[in-house]
T-cell receptor
């Protein structure tokens, strides 16, 4: 298995531009998580999908952030418009049915820099 | 609300020596899971070891072991025979047992340096 695949690995964009981060979870996993990592706030859960349905988006910082999971093998996190304070590493993670207790499998993350 | 505290921002260990990373947590729950994740410079978050709160026996994975003290709410990670590849950020994480609970609470991390 190729693991959780995220793209792009790095993204540099100008303030005000739209940014789309992509994630392909492990085949067969039905839980998907988007986390953001910053020096100031550490790892924060942004949104959680179960069976492609958003269950908890309370961690999404504001309306500029949106996430979708159109099918079991793909999810996107979009920021529109982007701001410098959105600069962070964004992780996608997935877990199998009933296996969240065993730990997530994380992707390699996307480092986003907004200038 | 649960919290996870890693009080050591940075630790150093000589290659082949043993090092212990500390983690404490606060919870009113009796059933939960604890994890240690490793984040090397590649940025990938890698699960190192996990512990179920209902198990008294400390988890062990090769050179990695934990000292789980439930009453003290302590969950330290011991790395034996440290290797250069162990250099990374280490994060302690907590997850509730209850159904529908899926959020992991992460500590702020400890950066481990391994000296040759």
């Amino acid at each position: 298995d190729a693991g959780v695949i995220q793209s792009p690995r790095h993204e540099v964009t100008e303030m005000g531009q739209e940014v789309t981060l992509r994630c392909k979870p492990i085949s067969g996993h039905n839980s998907l998580f988007w986390y953001r990592q910053t020096m100031m706030r550490g790892l924060e859960l942004l949104i959680y999908f179960n069976n492609n349905v958003p269950i908890d988006d309370s961690g999404m910082p504001e309306d500029r952030f949106s996430a979708k999971m159109p099918n079991a093998s793909f999810s996107t996190l979009k920021i529109q418009p982007s701001e410098p304070r959105d600069s962070a590493v964004y992780f996608c993670a997935s877990s199998g049915r009933g296996q969240v207790r065993y730990g997530y499998t994380f992707g390699s993350g996307t480092r986003l820099t907004v200038v | 609300a649960q919290t996870v505290t890693q009080s050591q921002p940075e630790m150093s260990v000589q290659e082949a020596e043993t090092v212990t990373l500390s983690c404490t947590y606060d919870t009113s729950e009796s059933d939960y899971y604890l994890f240690w994740y490793k984040q090397p410079p590649s940025r990938q978050m890698i699960l190192v070891i996990r512990q179920e709160a209902y198990k008294q026996q400390n988890a062990t994975e090769n050179r990695f072991s934990v000292n789980f003290q439930k009453a003290a709410k302590s969950f330290s990670l011991k790395i034996s025979d440290s290797q250069l590849g162990d250099a990374a950020m280490y994060f302690c994480a907590y997850r509730s047992e209850g159904s529908g609970t899926y959020k992991y609470i992460f500590g702020t991390g400890t950066r481990l340096k391994v000296l040759a």
